[in-house]
């Protein structure tokens, strides 16, 4: 079993910013850097949606297109934690906010749901305007 569990959500005005962290652990968790990282979002009534993703090396990552320049992605395999910069918030961004994690074997795309075996229950984000 490998768990995660992220923390740093909450509400923010729109403009502002938030840090979310995901930190992993469990029985079968190896070494961290074994897994690919990436963070999803969901919005009420809508279908969850990629949001980044990092390669286990940390040496590429990936953003949705919507989402460039204003979040990043990162880790720190020392940790187990991969982190979520989210800034210039806007309201649309309103969604809980799951990390994932791939074996580093994997070979599909990072930005496909079905590339990632671990979830995590996810943290709430609200944007107010």
């Known amino acids: 079993q490998v768990q995660l569990v992220e923390s740093g959500g909450g509400l923010v005005q729109a403009g502002g910013s938030l840090r979310l962290s995901c930190s992993a652990s469990g029985r079968t968790f190896s070494t961290f850097y074994n897994y690919h990282m990436g963070w999803f979002r969901q919005a009420p009534g809508k279908e969850r949606e990629f949001v980044a993703a990092i390669h286990w090396s940390g040496s590429q990552t990936y953003y949705a297109d919507s989402l460039k320049g204003r979040f990043t992605i990162s880790r720190d395999n020392a940790k187990n934690t991969v982190y979520l910069q989210m800034n210039n918030l806007k309201p649309e961004d309103t969604a809980v906010y799951s990390c994932?994690?791939?074996?580093?074997?994997?070979?599909?795309?990072?930005?496909?749901?079905?590339?990632?075996?671990?979830w995590g229950q996810g943290t709430q984000v609200t944007v107010s305007s």
């Open positions: 994932a994690a791939a074996n580093r074997g994997v070979g599909l795309s990072l930005n496909s749901e079905r590339t990632y075996s671990y």
